[in-house]
C-alpha cells in the first residue's frame, strides 16, 4: 500500500492486535515527540488533523523563538539556524513529554494540550536539569580529589566551569540550546533518573 503524506504505512496495514497500540520498541529518545507523533498516527491514535495541529504550534513557537532570536528585527535566519532552534524547540517538548512516564499520558497529551505551554513546560524541566547539574558539579569541586591527572583537573577546573557558563547564557536567552549542551543535559538527567 502508498505511504501516507507522512512517509508512514497506511494505518490500513495494522492487524486488530497492534491497531490502538503504541509499540515502545518504534519510539526514540530522542526525539521522542517525533516519533510519538509517527507511531500515534501509525497506531490510528492521532489523525491527520492532530498531527497538523500539533506541528503548526511548533511552527509558531519556531516563529516566536526566531522574532526572540533577532530582537523582533527579522522574521528570517539561516536554514542551520532554523534547525537549531526547531531541534531545541522538540528537545524541551521532549523533555516534558517523557517526564510523563507513560507514552499513553504523552499521546493524551499531544491531543490535547496546547503545545506551548507543553513546551514552556519542558523548558522548565530542562532548567531544572541545568539546575541539578550545577549542583552536582559543586558537590564534585567541593569533593575534588588532589591527584596528578591533568585530564580531570582540567575537567574539574576549566572545562566544567566554562560549560556551565556557556550554558547559563544560553538559558537566560530563551533562545536555543546548542547540540552539544542538550546531549551533555541529557546525559546528566537521564543518570540521575536511573540513580533515584
Request: one cysteine or more; proline letters at 4%.
Amino acid at each position: 500500500m502508498k505511504p501516507d503524506r507522512y512517509g508512514h504505512a497506511a494505518n490500513g496495514n495494522q492487524t486488530p492486535a497492534t491497531r490502538g497500540k503504541i509499540n515502545p520498541s518504534s519510539l526514540k529518545r530522542n526525539p521522542y515527540t517525533l516519533s510519538l507523533l509517527n507511531e500515534g498516527q501509525r497506531a490510528g491514535l492521532l489523525n491527520d488533523r492532530e498531527i497538523y495541529r500539533i506541528q503548526n504550534q511548533l511552527l509558531l513557537i519556531l516563529q516566536n523563538v526566531i522574532r526572540r532570536y533577532t530582537q523582533g528585527e527579522s522574521s528570517s535566519v539561516t536554514a542551520e539556524t532554523a534547525e537549531s532552534m526547531l531541534a531545541s524547540i522538540l528537545y524541551a517538548a521532549d523533555a516534558y513529554l517523557l517526564s510523563l512516564e507513560d507514552h499513553d499520558k504523552a499521546i493524551a497529551c499531544l491531543k490535547t494540550a496546547d503545545i506551548a505551554k507543553l513546551y514552556e513546560q519542558g523548558v522548565e524541566r530542562v532548567r531544572q536539569c541545568f539546575d541539578e547539574t550545577k549542583r552536582l558539579y559543586d558537590e564534585v569541586r567541593q569533593q575534588k580529589l588532589d591527584v596528578p591527572v591533568e585530564a580531570y583537573n582540567t575537567t574539574i577546573e576549566e572545562s566544567l566551569p566554562l560549560f556551565l557558563k556557556n550554558t547559563a547564557s544560553f538559558s537566560k536567552l530563551k533562545i536555543r540550546w546548542p547540540a552539544s549542551i542538550i546531549l551533555w543535559l541529557s546525559t546528566i538527567c537521564a543518570c540521575r533518573a536511573s540513580s533515584t
